[in-house]
């Protein structure tokens, strides 16, 4: 698996402001926002401003627990205004696994009746 941290990867320049985004939920550690290819309506994702990680394994215990929390807020609120069928909730380690962008993020992936969802 990928291993070094790029400061320079795109989500790090999303945290700088260096990169736009379209914002939903964002606190001192925590940033959440659409995904720029949504594979259905409400795709978004969250990631941390303050670590590091590469990918779900090498993440700390306390910057995965502020991950975790921010998901499910940012899931319930998707579910809340835009009442999918189900939410999957993704993450992909290593660019085999499918990872592109190489800096830790969840994907909250609302899924709809009828509608397929490719990741
Ligand atoms: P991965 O495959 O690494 O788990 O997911 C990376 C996700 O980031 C993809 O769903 C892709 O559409 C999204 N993405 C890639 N570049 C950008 C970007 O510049 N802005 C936003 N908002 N999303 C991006």
Redesign the pocket.
Known sequence: LETQYDPDN??A??TRGE????KILETDNILA???????SKG?C?VIHKNSQAVNFLDVDQEALSDLMTATQKVARAVNDGLKPDGIRI???SGARA?????HL?F?VLPVYEGVVVA?
Do not use: C, E, N, R
């Open positions: 795109i989500f320049k999303i990169m736009p985004s379209v926002f659409m995904d720029v290819f949504p594979q795709h994702l993704l993450q992909f499918g990872q592109t962008v190489f993020h994907h990741a």
